[in-house]
């Protein structure tokens, strides 16, 4: 066991496996030992048949938690051993029922002086343990119904990336970033129009010299994202909120998200009270962002973009 004294518990599954390996050779040990002809795997498909009444193979598999396949093949097995037959349901033809052969049902008989002394062996083995494997089992599967091993270890992830981004204010070393960036998802949706060129070419001149604001986000100090705070010359909104953009190398990081947290959280620091934005509806991940942020549907606008066909607003 060195080898996972090692690794700790990252190779959880690895160790799990080596476990089921060791209960599984057993059993097949302990069924040879009491005259059995039985795969351990087919199991939880001849105890669920024991109770007696004749299944489908998707009611088995439900009730004991396997694919629909590999109950199949199970079936398929354990009729090659006599244990079980399949007949078409007289109720509706087009599905097979699943019940146990005399062959089988002899088997069931035979089995029970088996699980008694199983059962009395893992009772032994619980009493000798300082923990609960049986409990500890049933609360790790409740806990990972609740939420998967796969999503906890994406979301830690997310978490230590999260740790490596920081969001700074522009400065004109940051200008061909931010042309860049904007120039890569716009061209890759739309094209590029003259009020782009306007602001990315001369983005102090366009928004900051103009009261607005420029965002950057750095990913291990690389700028991977940006957006801008535009000032708005209008009685119903303060400032447009524009010019974001996330590199596809970095998309998956939530840095969007923290990008427009930022944002907002910079036009309240400037007294703002509402802020207007202009997207295309092709766009979906950043119209999910945008409503995540708060911003809700508007119309009635004109726009200088041929891109835009919604407009939306948030109220700080």
């Known amino acids: 066991m060195e080898f996972y004294k090692k690794t700790g518990k990252v190779a959880l599954g690895s160790r799990l496996r080596l476990l089921t390996d060791s209960v599984t050779n057993d059993a097949a040990e302990i069924y040879k030992s009491y005259g059995i002809d039985m795969n351990p795997k087919w199991f939880p498909v001849f105890y669920v048949l024991a109770g007696g009444a004749a299944r489908t193979v998707t009611s088995i598999a439900a009730e004991i938690g396997h694919s629909h396949p590999s109950v199949s093949k199970i079936v398929r097995e354990m009729a090659g051993a006599g244990l079980v037959s399949e007949q078409k349901d007289e109720a509706d033809g087009r599905r097979n029922m699943v019940e146990l052969t005399v062959m089988g049902k002899a088997v069931n008989e035979k089995i029970q002086d088996q699980y008694t002394d199983v059962r009395a062996?893992?009772?032994?083995?619980?009493?000798?343990?300082?923990?609960?494997?049986?409990?500890?089992?049933?609360?790790?599967?409740?806990l990972l119904e609740q939420k998967s091993f796969f999503e906890r270890v994406k979301d830690k992830r997310k978490e230590r990336e999260r740790g490596k981004v920081s969001i700074v204010t522009y400065n004109d070393s940051y200008q061909l970033a931010f042309k860049s960036l904007n120039e890569e998802w716009i061209s890759a949706y739309f094209k590029m129009e003259a009020t782009d060129y306007k602001s990315l070419d001369n983005p102090e001149g366009y928004i900051i010299d103009k009261g607005g604001v420029i965002l950057v986000a750095l990913?291990?100090?690389?700028?991977?994202?940006?957006?801008?705070?535009?000032?708005?010359?209008?009685?119903?909104?303060?400032?447009?909120?524009?010019?974001?953009?996330?590199?596809?190398?970095?998309?998956?990081?939530?840095?969007g998200f923290m990008l427009g947290t930022a944002i907002l959280d910079k036009a309240k620091e400037l007294g703002a009270q509402k802020i207007y934005l202009e997207s295309n509806t092709i766009l979906k991940p950043a119209i999910a962002l945008y409503h995540k942020l708060g911003f809700k549907k508007i119309t009635g606008r004109p726009s200088p973009y041929e891109r835009c066909n919604i407009q939306m607003a948030v109220q700080l």
């Open 219 to 255: 990913y291990e100090n690389i700028p991977v994202g940006v957006c801008a705070l535009i000032k708005m010359n209008d009685p119903e909104f303060d400032y447009e909120l524009a010019k974001m953009a996330v590199s596809p190398k970095a998309q998956g990081k939530h840095i």
């Open 121 to 142: 062996a893992i009772e032994e083995v619980s009493a000798e343990a300082n923990h609960d494997l049986w409990k500890a089992i049933e609360e790790w599967e409740f």
